[in-house]
């Protein structure tokens, strides 16, 4: 189900808890997302597009 207002921190933790596989959305949804100070905690391997999967995880890593 969509979120009525963008919240990046909810939408990753969808994300992790309900193994959601693709997120369409523009460039600065993902820019939100890769921002968040503590995106490392979440568990986002269920996504499926290589794309948005290799930034996240490259974010992640630089976290690390």
Excluded: C
């Excluded at 009525?4 to 994300?15: G, S, T």
């Excluded at 996504?47 to 690390?64: G, V």
Aim: without cysteine.
């Amino acid at each position: 189900l969509p979120h009525l207002a963008f919240d990046a921190q909810a939408v990753v933790e969808r994300i992790s808890t309900e193994k959601i596989s693709v997120l369409p959305g523009p460039p600065t949804l993902f820019q939100s997302i890769l921002a968040l100070p503590d995106l490392g905690r979440y568990d986002l391997s269920s996504l499926k597009r290589d794309r948005i999967k290799k930034k996240l995880e490259k974010q992640h890593r630089q976290q690390a």
